[in-house]
């Protein structure tokens, strides 16, 4: 989900990614595509988990000073939220800063 200002040369953007729980019931362990042993394992009840739900908010922006010339930033996972993408076992990027120019000849 997006939402965005726009006004002659500047430019805003903010976006929430998301991702539902996938609860241990719903994986396929029939053909074990899923990867279960991925996720977080439950000492208690001594099974796994399933994929827990999460978000970030990100920001972006960019200004073209002229016709040659545009900055851009952006700002991800805005809260240091730490969640893995479905299946798989790398956690993804922590709060990250990023910056460039486009400079066209």
């Known amino acids: ?3 965005g200002f726009e006004r002659e040369r500047f430019q805003l953007g903010l976006n929430w990614k998301f991702n539902g729980k996938k609860q ?11 990867n ?3 996720t977080p394992y439950n000492l208690v009840t001594e099974s796994y988990y399933g994929n ?6 990100n920001f972006n922006a960019s200004y073209k000073l002229n016709s040659k010339i545009t ?14 993408e479905f299946a798989s076992s790398i956690s993804a990027s922590g ?3 990023s910056l460039a120019v486009s400079i066209n000849l």
Request: charged share 25%.
């Open 1 to 3: 989900m997006e939402v």
């Open 24 to 34: 241990l019931k719903d994986y396929n362990f029939i053909e074990g595509i899923d």
């Open 36 to 38: 279960i042993e991925q």
């Open 52 to 57: 827990p739900n999460w978000s970030t908010f």
């Open 71 to 84: 900055f851009y930033t952006s700002l991800d996972n805005i809260f240091d939220t730490h969640y893995k």
């Open 95 to 97: 709060r990250n800063l």
